[in-house]
């Protein structure tokens, strides 16, 4: 079946200092998406990537989907102690026809020293 | 973005016992998705139920220990059942409201089994 990995596990960074986090998957993937799960809290969309080689930014966040559809990225630009969380990377293989289930990463656990 | 509650937001169990958990939607949605996450580890689906129809259940998980109810567009219900310590896990309910596979996550319910 379809397995989707990220690296790092974890990771920590100073505060400024920039961070990536990055998928691969075992299967050509439809799209990908990235969620953000905060210490206690429940996993929350950030952002979807559909197109083959598409590069998305959110204020601080670079989002690329890689050539192949089998990977992508997640940097972030000079970190914050907001950022603080396990990124989840997350998608459906490509559709033969029918729903295929999201698949997630392990994610990567980001902690910032201030 | 959809608004999407659970019932209980957490909970400790005896071993033997069952526990149903709701989640509600302030949309009409089509499917409904249920997951698992155990402590420090990615998400897992469990099934996703569609209103009017039985829930279709992921490898490893099954109606008789994980029953699920969708009596309509906005409201489901996950049942763990006969629980043991190894049902201690953040269960999650979650929609797509706006388009295929952009999913948003309840807050969870902190599940303990004693």
């Known amino acids: 079946g379809q397995q989707v990995m990220q690296i790092p596990q974890y990771q920590h960074v100073q505060e400024g200092e920039d961070f990536t986090t990055y998928c691969n998957s075992s299967?050509?993937?439809?799209?990908i998406q990235w969620y953000k799960q905060r210490p206690g809290g429940h996993p929350v969309f950030l952002i979807q990537?559909?197109?083959?080689?598409e590069v998305k930014k959110q204020k601080r966040l670079t989002f690329q989907f890689g050539e192949a559809k089998k990977n992508s990225s997640l940097h972030i630009t000079a970190t914050q102690t907001t950022d603080v969380g396990t990124y989840f990377c997350?998608?459906?293989?490509?559709?033969?026809?029918?729903?295929?289930?999201?698949?997630f990463g392990k994610g990567t656990k980001l902690t910032v020293n201030p | 973005s959809a608004v999407i509650s659970q019932k209980p937001s957490r909970d400790i169990c005896q071993r033997g016992t069952s526990l149903t958990i709701q989640c509600q939607v302030d949309s009409q949605v089509t499917m409904m998705f249920w997951y698992r996450q155990q402590p420090g580890q990615s998400l897992t689906l469990i099934a996703t139920a569609n209103q009017g129809s039985e829930a279709t259940y992921e490898s490893g998980f099954v109606i008789d220990k994980f029953p699920i109810s969708r009596p309509n567009l906005t409201f489901s219900t996950l049942t763990v059942s006969n629980m043991s310590p190894e049902d201690s896990s953040i269960y999650l309910c979650s929609v797509e409201p706006y388009s295929p596979d952009t999913q948003y996550f309840g807050p969870g319910t902190r599940l303990t089994v004693l």
């Open positions: 997350a998608g459906p293989p490509m559709r033969k026809g029918g729903s295929e289930k999201l698949v």
């Open positions: 990537l559909v197109k083959s080689g």
């Open positions: 299967t050509t993937l439809s799209n």
